[in-house]
């Protein structure tokens, strides 16, 4: 399988380890990741709030990169497929801003790629082909998947398995051995566009996720959104010290890839400590 990818500008600084991992994982499984050729930034999360024409038409810079390119579009952030997407979709669905964005953006839309989030990408491959893969089974981790608010709404724009109880994720990390727990809280929205404005609501948000997560005595969190990664890890009270992983980590953790200990020295919350203990990570 080969797509055009989109990392976005938080792959590229605060969530290094998202994009080495997904890089990484994806050619393990077979996917072969191509970057698109200057890429531009999504307007995630401000453009939407401060100007219309402006959050879709940056947004479809990538799209027609994608539709040059003549490959479907995987994209890791959340966020950033939350634009894109919505942006292809008011490409498909809205003839006049179609035309106003195609003048913007010097393309003509032809509906040909496919805007797909990379966790629907590797979740489509099904657990057998998954699991056909691991070297190291995930035996004894016990995690909560958190999909956040941004990859499975709006329902009709993300089309995603289900909006209120959404199982890629978890049927991924059922496929690398370790143990998903069901939970209440994985469409919960954790504040992270509001960190740095409202520190005190955010503080809220968190804690009930984080203790809804060690309510059913889970070991870590699992996430595909660099926002909701650095928040969760962040706005945790101290001593809580549980670790929120990439999803890509834990398919290279599974994979025997050699890069994991890279990944995992970047995190704010420290996992090794909980990946040696169950012999997962020297």
């Not at 109880?165 to 998903?180: Q, R």
């Not at 962040?234 to 992983?245: E, H, I, S, V």
């Amino acid at each position: 399988m080969r797509l055009s990818y989109y990392p976005g500008c938080s792959l590229k600084a605060t969530a290094k380890e998202y994009d080495m991992s997904a890089r990484d994982a994806c050619k393990g499984l077979g996917i072969e990741l191509v970057e698109l050729d200057d890429w531009v930034c999504c307007g995630a999360t401000c453009a939407h709030s401060t100007n219309h024409m402006l959050s879709i038409a940056l947004p479809s810079q990538n799209v027609a990169l994608a539709q040059r390119a003549g490959m479907d579009l995987a994209i890791p952030c959340a966020a950033c497929y939350s634009r894109v997407k919505k942006a292809d979709y008011v490409l498909r669905n809205d003839d006049v801003m179609r035309q106003k964005v195609e003048d913007i953006v010097d393309f003509k839309y032809n509906a040909s790629v496919n805007v797909h989030s990379l966790v629907e990408v590797v979740g489509q491959l099904g657990e057998k082909a998954i699991a056909e893969k691991v070297q190291k089974p995930l035996k004894g981790l016990k995690v909560v998947c958190y999909y956040g608010c941004l990859m499975v709404r709006p329902p009709q724009v993300t089309c995603f398995d289900n909006t209120e109880h959404p199982m890629f994720l978890d049927n991924i990390v059922k496929a690398l051995g370790a143990e998903p727990i069901q939970w209440s809280y994985k469409t919960e929205c954790c504040g992270a566009s509001l960190s740095l404005t409202s520190k005190d609501v955010v503080h809220g948000m968190v804690g009930r996720i984080i203790d809804a997560a060690k309510e059913v005595e889970a070991m870590a969190i699992v996430t595909a959104c660099p926002l909701c990664q650095s928040n969760l890890e962040m706005r945790q009270a101290k001593g809580t010290d549980l670790p929120a992983f990439y999803f890509t980590e834990l398919i290279g953790l599974a994979l025997g890839l050699p890069a994991t200990k890279k990944w995992s020295n970047l995190h704010l919350v420290n996992p090794n400590p909980l990946l040696q203990s169950l012999s997962l990570a020297d």
